[in-house]
């Protein structure tokens, strides 16, 4: 089976005002050599906590935000190489979901006219079909054509990111990227939005690319996941894999900080010390080493490789090398 996207090598660095004699240039390595697949139709969630760059990578892949180096092969093609008009062309199939969509709307536009946006944009539907399609696309994330003269302020929360995904899937995307998309709601809503989503995925034959902190929402819909730390991606294995034989340290540490509500998976909790480095400055060497109750003498001089321990599950540590 061909992957419906490939990640190789993608890095996003940010250049920053470094003083003194010679004024070295350093980075902040917001992704550090990240790779990964995707198959068609499946979910691959990325987890970690805030700042470890999975946004980053997300809007990396879309070229939201230009990236330093790296591949991103989507249907045949190398993203990254693509100048912008003809990337404009490719958008359509490749659609982002942001965390807060009351942010990502604008106040002064109709739902309608915000759903009609992009089809006028891409040119995918003409005149009547326009309005048409915008009632059929409310209807499908459980909204109604009542809504289409109203104003995002008139929305809760949880009805917003139904436009939001409603926008997204309007152009009949084949990858849908959404960063964090349901962090802002309410437990009782998440799972609401969650479901939606998985429904939509099998009626759409949608791939998604799911970006959040929480373990607990990343477990419900993803089929794979990948764990990152610091701009790195330290394990990824199918879920169940990786939530019952977690390999990397870290992913132990984040696995113990779930509260366990199956006490078949009950583990010893591994208690992190240490407040995350700074990206600017990360540690040498595994630059979770300062954080780790594993480290070894090598893990501080010497970066573990990203290798493959088991069918699909990668991890980059010494303890696995
Ligand atoms: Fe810990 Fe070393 Fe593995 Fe890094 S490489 S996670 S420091 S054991
Ligand atoms: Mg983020």
New binding site residues.
């Given amino acids: 089976m061909n992957p419906l996207l490939e990640v190789k090598g993608l890095k996003k660095y940010y250049p920053i005002q470094s003083v003194g004699i010679g004024k070295l240039k350093s980075f902040v390595k917001a992704v550090d050599d990240v790779s990964f697949e995707v198959q068609e139709g499946e979910t691959f969630g990325i987890v970690g906590e805030s700042g470890c760059g999975k946004s980053t990578t997300g809007k990396s892949i879309l070229r939201l935000t230009e990236p330093s180096d790296g591949e991103v092969i989507f249907q045949g093609q190398n993203l990254i190489k693509l100048k912008s008009s003809e990337l404009r062309k490719m958008r359509h199939y490749m659609q982002f979901v942001f965390q807060d969509p009351y942010a990502s709307l604008n106040p002064r536009m109709t739902i309608g006219a915000t759903l009609e946006e992009p089809l006028k944009i891409h040119g995918l539907v003409k005149g009547r079909e326009i309005r048409r399609k915008v009632k059929e696309m409310l209807e499908i994330v459980g909204l109604t054509e009542h809504h289409y003269h109203r104003y995002p302020h008139e929305f809760s929360g949880g009805q917003r990111q139904r436009i939001g995904i409603a926008r997204a899937l309007i152009t009949n995307p084949k990858l849908i990227i959404a960063d964090e998309p349901v962090s802002a709601l309410d437990v009782s809503i998440q799972s609401q939005i969650l479901n939606l989503m998985k429904d939509l995925q099998d009626q759409f034959k949608l791939t998604y690319i799911f970006i959040s902190h929480d373990l607990s929402v990343v477990r419900h819909i993803s089929d794979r996941i990948g764990v990152m730390y610091l701009g790195r991606m330290?394990e990824m294995a199918p879920k169940n894999s990786l939530f019952e034989n977690p390999a990397?340290?870290?992913t132990q540490a984040l696995l113990g900080a779930v509260p366990q509500t199956n006490n078949r998976i009950a583990r010893e909790r591994i208690v992190l010390t240490g407040d995350v480095p700074s990206p600017a400055n990360p540690p040498s060497?595994?630059t979770?080493?300062t954080r780790?109750?594993?480290?070894?003498d090598?893990?501080k001089t010497d970066k573990?490789e990203f290798k493959q321990t088991a069918d699909q599950h990668w991890v980059?540590?010494?303890?696995f090398s």
Avoid: D, E, K, T
Wanted: charged share 0%; net charge neutral; hydrophobic share 30%.
């Fill in positions: 330290i990397h340290p870290y060497g595994c979770f080493h780790c109750p594993s480290c070894m090598i893990c573990p980059a540590c010494h303890l």
